[in-house]
């Protein structure tokens, strides 16, 4: 077999130590399986030219973790509280198969057996590759042992908590990783004697082990969605990765330069206020933001830079801050080794769709470090979608001693032009196209624009008896701006008497500075008993927000202000703090206990409160309404996980949760009210080695005070109490090699527990007691399928590689307000490429069998003539999904 370009890490020897001949052999002539035309084609080739470059090596990629369960820690040692050291001699054949692994440097005879084991029976490896081609190869591996109760990084297989004795081993991400490559005619000789053998390479030392950030699980919602499924079907941008998160659907309802609407078991949370988003460890979420409170965009997000994401749905993890109602969900970024080096790739599709990417990763560095540019340009489907959007990630990781160090920047800006929602029943009678806008100037002036920085540093640290820390530091602006008319022509004038009919040109404004911190400390583990160990984890976060905003009735296409609604600045600081305590008691039982609680603190500046329409001209006021308000929430997290059998894991967990309130709403000196939240989940995970993992869990949640969209007003509003029960199934299987795919189907039936009650301004809501809440589908259907191998070995001296992916999501019809039901949703994407050497070349299909579906459907009322008398009966409102689209993309690997 062929030989890796690696070096050999220190103690590893030459090659005929392991029974492997000598690289440094002169070839001795053709292998014993080469026919005569193999000579022939040597005699024909004449003379080599002396003085001509020799060709460069194929390109040598070594092995790579795809996954690294812990070793299972001896029972009978768990008093000593040692973290030993385990180095393997692991070989791997041309699938990635363990074949063998043999102890080097041992440590006790029982944790040398559970090191073996471990790595036989359950890592994972992706093979090693020459020109392309899988081969057989030998890596050593280090297996380092923790108490069974440590924490995010149970899952890692070594720390740097041992530097001095193992120098070679820079800790990453599950990676493997190279020091100083050999020069490329070693290789190559050392490749053609080991080819000659029918030996395995003997690659260098795979370090792997978990990212000081990656959280342990808790409860029964909390699943990891990997790379390769993330991979496996076409996604049209970033946030479309949320499609493969078990109960999630998300859509770009309104263009390029708006947030995603989307909804997780059994949350409609638009445009993110139920969820709690995170990047690379930067908040998204955007706290009294006039487009909706948590308002998040995913729009900087690049999908070829994002590894790995890790979802906990409900609230039973005491790091889960604001805005997890519905859950949580962590964007895990870096580029893995055998996509490292430069890649540039533009995508040209329907609709003059275009896409650029450029992406640098330095090979031989932190997975971690990268830098990634985007650029997306659209004319869009129907009329008024056209957009452009321009992102850029850039991300260094770097070591000292024990600590590790992490910078992420993140810079987006995106414009769009918006169709705006029209109504079923003109599309119906063909007054207006599904896919197209108003044709009056209000609806044809709908746009938005948007931009972002955010910007952190990272470190994490560990310490030699196991206790460990974490902190950080992040910077962020936002700019938003956007003009939308959802009800036609209803609208009138409070700042200018007897005006309406202008139309109902919303434009609402948003400008947020915002800067933060966090930290937490993990103690070194207690152990009172020789079958019990215990821990305590405490930590911080908190923010500081000042938020400009306006809202304004605009009069279209001289965008002249006719009406004022909003005009204030707020700043707002909010403190987290919450710990836990950590019980370890034997192999099978473990259980968290602990308590969060936050701390809002408010100034606004309401320039337009107290403010009096001029229809009473009777009444004095004085505009203006300046106060604060603050407030306290506290509510206990616990979990526990029950592990019976090897391959069996039952976990349940309960939480108290929070939301923070929209800040304008808020009187003086109000204790500020938090949206509070009580959830609990019961659920086993069936794992079967590699192959197949399957997650059943059912939840109820309530929430003392939910929002909907109010199209009035453009915004989200408070609509009373709501409950959710429901329950999820999640499996991911990898049988074969070149095969994976993961399904999710997720239930729930959520009711409105309290409805608003009626106003002078709402005399009729649109929302009764005992209803379903609007907008949230009941079933939520995901299905991911990838096919990716090698199609022919050998295509001039490079192997040609396939692929082949699915994706498929299903929403049953959506309740909406009056009793009526959205349609449901069916949409399958598909895609397809080829890869033979540094090219790639694919094509993506979206919505391939072209359903006419509705990104977002709502029902109030609206009149769209703007002479006619207004309607006041309830309709059908719809922003058109995309259509069938297609992308064919060119990418390059130097």
């Known amino acids: 077999m062929l030989a890796l370009a690696l070096a050999f890490a220190p103690g590893l020897g030459r090659a005929q130590d392991a029974g492997v001949p000598d690289a440094g052999v002169p070839d001795a002539g053709p292998p014993p399986d080469a026919g005569p035309s193999d000579h022939a084609a040597s005699d024909d080739a004449g003379a080599p030219d002396p003085h001509a470059d020799p060709p460069p090596p194929p390109r040598l990629l070594p092995p790579r973790v795809i996954t690294s369960p812990p070793p299972h820690y001896p029972d009978d040692r768990l008093g000593d509280g040692a973290h030993p050291t385990v180095v393997l001699l692991v070989t791997l054949d041309e699938h990635g198969h363990v074949m063998s692994a043999t102890?080097?440097?041992?440590?006790?005879?029982?944790?040398?057996?559970?090191?073996?084991?471990?790595?036989t029976r359950s890592w994972t490896f992706a093979p090693a590759e020459r020109g392309g081609q899988p081969i057989a190869a030998r890596v050593r591996v280090a297996v380092h042992f923790e108490l069974p109760s440590f924490?995010?990084?149970?899952?890692?297989?070594?720390?740097?908590?041992?530097?001095?004795?193992?120098?070679?081993?820079?800790?990453a991400r599950p990676h493997v990783h190279t020091n100083d490559p050999p020069p490329a005619e070693e290789a190559a000789a050392d490749g053609a004697d080991h080819e000659a053998s029918g030996e395995p390479a003997l690659g260098v030392t795979a370090e792997v082990e978990g990212a000081g950030q990656r959280e342990e699980e808790r409860g029964a919602g909390a699943f990891e969605v990997d790379r390769d499924i993330l991979e496996a079907a076409p996604r049209q941008d970033g946030a479309d990765l949320l499609l493969s998160v078990p109960g999630v659907f998300a859509a770009r309802a309104e263009g390029l330069a708006v947030g995603q609407r989307i909804n997780l078991r059994g949350f409609d949370a638009e445009h993110g206020q139920d969820i709690e988003l995170t990047v690379g460890g930067l908040p998204v979420n955007l706290p009294s933001h006039i487009h909706g409170q948590g308002y998040a965009d995913l729009g900087f997000l690049i999908p070829e830079v994002v590894r790995r994401v890790q979802v906990t749905e409900g609230v039973a993890d005491p790091r889960q801050g604001d805005f997890a109602v519905?859950?949580?969900?962590?964007?895990?970024?870096?580029?893995?080794e055998r996509r490292r080096g430069w890649r540039v790739e533009s995508g040209y599709g329907l609709f003059h769709a275009f896409r650029q990417l450029v992406m640098f990763a330095p090979e031989g560095e932190r997975e971690e470090t990268f830098g990634a540019v985007q650029y997306q340009r659209t004319d869009g489907y129907g009329q008024n979608r056209g957009g452009d959007a321009v992102s850029a990630i850039v991300q260094v990781g770097a070591r000292d001693g024990s600590w590790r160090w992490r910078g992420l920047g993140i810079l987006h800006g995106a414009r769009a032009d918006?169709?705006?929602v029209v109504r079923a029943d003109d599309v119906q009678a063909g007054r207006v196209g599904f896919y197209d806008s108003y044709p009056v100037t209000?609806?044809?002036?709908?746009?938005?624009?948007?931009?972002?920085f955010l910007g952190g540093f990272f470190g994490d640290w560990r310490g030699d008896d196991g206790a460990n820390a974490s902190l950080g530091l992040w910077v962020g602006a936002d700019a938003f701006r956007v003009q939308e008319n959802f009800t036609g022509f209803i609208q009138r004038s409070r700042t200018l008497a007897g005006v309406a009919g202008r139309g109902d040109l919303i434009e609402q404004q948003n400008q947020t500075l915002s800067a933060g911190l966090l930290g937490r400390y993990r103690s070194a583990p207690w152990r009172p008993f020789d079958e019990?160990?215990?821990r305590v984890e405490l930590g911080l976060d908190g923010r500081f927000d000042h938020v400009g905003q306006t809202q304004n009735l605009l009069g279209a296409p001289r965008n002249q202000t006719w009406d004022r609604r909003v005009d204030a600045s707020i700043l707002g600081t909010q403190v987290g703090l919450w710990g836990e305590v950590e019980l370890t008691i034997t192999d099978y039982l473990r259980v968290h206990g602990g308590l969060r609680a936050a701390l809002l603190l408010y100034e606004i500046d309401d320039r337009l409160g107290n403010f009096v329409p001029l229809v009473r001209p009777m009444d004095e006021f004085i505009m203006g309404f300046r106060r604060s308000a603050g407030g306290a929430t506290v509510g206990p997290r616990a979990s526990a996980e029950l592990r019976p059998l090897d391959w069996l894991s039952i976990r349940a967990g309960y939480g108290h949760g929070y939301r923070s309130p929209q800040a304008r709403t808020l009187a003086d000196s109000e204790a500020a009210p938090f949206t509070e939240v009580r959830g609990a989940d019961l659920g086993a995970t069936a794992t079967y080695g590699r192959y197949l993992r399957v997650s059943v869990a059912g939840y109820w949640t309530e929430l003392s005070d939910d929002v909907a969209f109010e199209p009035r007003e453009g915004r989200l509003e408070r609509i009373g109490a709501s409950r959710r029960l429901g329950a999820v199934l999640y499996a991911q299987a990898r049988p074969l090699d070149w095969l994976v795919g993961a399904l999710s189907v997720t239930y729930v039936d959520a009711e409105l527990l309290e409805p608003p009650p009626p106003t002078a301004d709402d005399p009729q809501p649109a929302?009764?007691?005992?209803?379903?809440?609007?907008?949230?589908?009941?079933?939520?259907?995901?299905?991911?399928?990838?096919?990716?191998?090698?199609?022919?070995?050998?295509?001039?001296?490079?192997?040609?590689?396939?692929?082949?992916?699915?994706g498929y999501s299903f929403l049953s019809p959506?309740?909406?307000?009056?009793?009526?039901?959205?349609?449901?949703?069916?949409?399958?994407?598909a895609s397809a490429g080829v890869g033979w050497g540094p090219l790639d070349l694919g094509v993506s299909f979206f919505n391939l069998f072209d359903q006419r579906w509705a990104a977002s459907e709502f029902l109030f009322t609206s009149s769209w003539d703007p002479t006619g008398i207004p309607d006041r009966v309830p309709a059908r409102h719809l922003s058109a999904g995309s259509p069938f689209r297609f992308m064919v993309t060119l990418g390059v690997s130097p």
């Not at 009793?819 to 994407?829: I, Q, S, Y």
């Open 767 to 806: 929302f009764t007691e005992g209803q379903n809440l609007p907008y949230v589908p009941p079933v939520v259907i995901r299905a991911d399928v990838g096919v990716n191998g090698p199609l022919i070995a050998d295509v001039l001296g490079e192997t040609l590689t396939g692929r082949i992916g699915i």
């Open 326 to 336: 519905a859950g949580s969900v962590r964007f895990e970024l870096g580029v893995e």
């Open 103 to 119: 102890v080097e440097h041992g440590a006790e005879p029982e944790f040398d057996a559970a090191a073996v084991e471990a790595v």
């Open 442 to 452: 209000s609806a044809q002036s709908q746009n938005a624009l948007s931009g972002r």
């Open 532 to 534: 019990v160990a215990a």
């Open 814 to 829: 959506r309740p909406l307000p009056f009793g009526g039901f959205a349609d449901a949703v069916n949409l399958l994407d």
């Open 418 to 420: 918006l169709a705006g």
């Open 151 to 171: 924490d995010a990084a149970t899952t890692e297989a070594i720390e740097g908590s041992h530097p001095e004795s193992h120098p070679e081993m820079n800790p």
